[in-house]
């Protein structure tokens, strides 16, 4: 995402895409360090200039592509006859989902000038190749590849394709919103959550998200508004 930024920062035109084979200094959100291994999953930024988009609502950029990471890993088990659209969901808020592991997340990152929007990049990290058998103990029940679902390697080129694909389709409906189509793929609504906001817990059921994403949770306290936050369970 640094190179896409500096790229932006000098200039470069909407749609640009930067492409790792390795990150070493790979990251998830709030700075969470991201494992990549060299030449196996997909690492890529997307340079965009939303002008299309109300700042209000910069959200939808995150939304958009976790469903075009969503189509994508669909469209891949669509390709090898192993396809179930229960086996593929968006974890609120940045989370792809493939038999309820992780398999991709997304991140934004924008630049303001003043109160004007003027540049976000769109990073995506999707496990394509990637085993898990040599990754840190805590990812092993957690994570998942596109390869190890499917049990044979894949072309990496041809996913990005099929990414790319279904990214720029997202985009190209803007500013019609996508919530209608995040809220079918979330896996988090109806489920029993907690949260941890900084140093605060917050324990309750998530009912729905609302157009700018933020996901909508019954506590005991009443109904609460979480925009931002770590959901652990």
């Keep these: 995402m640094d190179t896409c930024r500096a ?5 470069a035109p909407e749609g640009v895409v930067v492409i790792a084979d390795q990150q070493t200094a790979g990251r998830g959100r709030a700075g969470r360090a991201w494992y990549s291994p060299p030449g ?24 958009i592509g976790g469903l075009a990471v ?12 192993a396809f179930d659209a229960h086996r593929i969901a968006l974890k609120w808020p940045n989370d792809v989902l493939l038999d309820g592991r992780k398999v991709a997340g997304v991140l934004i990152e924008a630049a303001w000038h003043a109160s004007e929007l003027v540049h976000v990049v ?9 085993q898990f058998d040599s990754a840190p103990a805590a990812l092993r029940t957690q994570a998942i590849s596109l390869r190890e679902a499917l049990g044979a390697p894949l072309d990496r080129e041809r996913v990005l394709t099929h990414l790319l694909d279904a990214f ?8 019609q919103s996508p919530i209608a189509a995040y809220r079918q793929r979330l896996d988090t609504l109806g489920k029993s959550v907690q949260f941890m906001l900084g140093e605060r ?8 998200v609302d157009e700018e994403g933020a996901l909508l949770v019954q506590t005991a306290a009443g109904v609460q508004r979480i925009t931002h936050g770590d959901v652990l369970a």
């Design 7 to 11: 790229l932006a920062e000098q200039g």
């Design 40 to 63: 196996v999953a997909l690492y890529l930024s997307i340079l965009l200039r939303p002008v299309q988009l109300p700042p209000a609502r910069l959200s939808w950029l995150t939304v």
């Design 70 to 81: 969503a189509d994508c890993a669909a469209q891949v088990l669509r390709e090898h006859a």
């Design 122 to 130: 769109l990073g995506v990290g999707l496990n394509v190749n990637t």
């Design 168 to 175: 720029a389709a997202h985009y190209a409906r803007l500013p």
């Design 201 to 208: 817990s917050i324990t309750g059921v998530a009912l729905d």
